[in-house]
């Protein structure tokens, strides 16, 4: 996300390379191009000029530090700039009623439904029982899609497909809820334009029949600006209480992120990053600046780590890597739980360093499917063993996962170099010359 944007920014960066001091000329030079890249990723034009007035006064305002290039002391301005333009601090869910009450709004397609269903799997995985409504009387799929994802997601949908009453629905399922001991209740509302008097009166209906404690309005970022037009025509008649931005996994080019909370002066509370129901986080400003900086989110990716690893897993592959006895099973497993993390080049960009190398390239959920194949291809006892896996044996190997002798070579080669690593890794704590890993973390991460 925000490949472009993080391109453009970090080429101004450089017009300060080599420079001594901040100076009044060089400072402007630098901030005329990265208000040109917030105004071509879809940022209101006088929100860039008053994020860069603010930036230039603060930089101007300051000595630069000895050990501090002028660069680097930007990067910092604008880093803590960026995050008060998207809030300051995360924004958390209000789940404080019995039940709550979420009442989501937006247009139509921007992805309620599938958003819905993220939520209610996200607020499960919290211990709640949430319960699912399904309040769009109008597009025809609309309760299929939601008792579908319910189905799948083992949670309960409210629907009555003969009711054509969104507001009658709601209150049915509330009181349902509170017999049935459901905790939280997620209304899904039938996608609305703004200048559609007839359907704004009806959510605002149900916003006052209902007393939601949560009003979340989804929106599309690669709208961009017509993103935040429509979140400012909503909250002007709902004045919702946060924000979900959905499809920023996609080439998104920012400007929704950046410019909704000034306009709306609502937080960004959550971002949907894919297709799959676990492709949801909460919205962190100082991590989001970060990643447009081209920082990485090392913070999010163990956190997504730590929510797919058993602990007692990680520590048992980390005893056998200590002792150089990590195996083909062992790697398989590591895949599989890496899979499960989400989006491989999402989860690689979140490294730092690494977003800026792999911006070119092509990865996607498959993108482990030659290694699974020649894995799945070894017989149980050279996954085990695979010191013994001999050239005849690399060869039945290659022919059963359809790669070549090389790539098995290239495999076998990567488990070694991965246990001498460790070794390495493991005489150095021993040494006290390296702090131990976390636990809970993956076998073979490093850091």
Known sequence: ???????????????LKGQGRITEINIAEMLKEVRRALVDADVNYKIAKTFTDEVK?????????????PAQM????????????????????????????????GLQGSGKTTFSGKLASFIKKK???????????????????LQTLGGNLEIEVFAEPENKNPVSIAQNAIAYAKTNGFNVVIIDTAGRLAVDEEMMNEIAKLKQETKPHEILFVVDSMTGQDAVNTAKAFNDRLDFTGVVLTKLDGDTR???ALSITSIVNKPIKFVGTGEKMDAIDVFYPERMAQRIL???????????????????EAERLQKKLRKSQFDFEDFLGQLKQIKKMGNVKDLMAMIPGVGKAIKDIDLD????KHTEAMILSMKPIERKNPDMIDGKRKQRIASGSGTTVQQVNQLIQQLFQMR????????????????????GMPAGYTG
């Open 1 to 15: 996300m925000f490949e472009s944007l993080s391109e453009r920014i970090e080429g101004a960066f450089k017009i």
């Open 57 to 69: 006064a603060k930089a101007l305002g300051q000595d630069v530090i000895k050990s501090v290039s």
């Open 74 to 105: 930007l990067v910092k301005i604008v880093n803590d700039e960026l995050i008060q333009l998207m809030g300051g601090t995360k924004s958390d869910l209000n789940l404080s009623g019995n039940p709550t009450v979420i009442l989501m709004s």
């Open 127 to 145: 211990g709640k029982k949430p319960l699912l409504v399904a309040g769009d009387v109008y597009r025809p799929a609309a309760i299929n899609q």
């Open 254 to 256: 920012g400007g929704a």
């Open 294 to 312: 081209g920082m990485g989110d090392i913070v999010s990716f163990v956190e997504r780590a730590q929510e797919v690893i058993d602990e007692e």
């Open 365 to 368: 959920d498959n993108a482990f």
């Open 420 to 439: 001498q690593m460790m070794k390495q890794m493991n005489m150095m704590q021993a040494s006290g010359k390296m702090p131990k890993m976390p636990k």
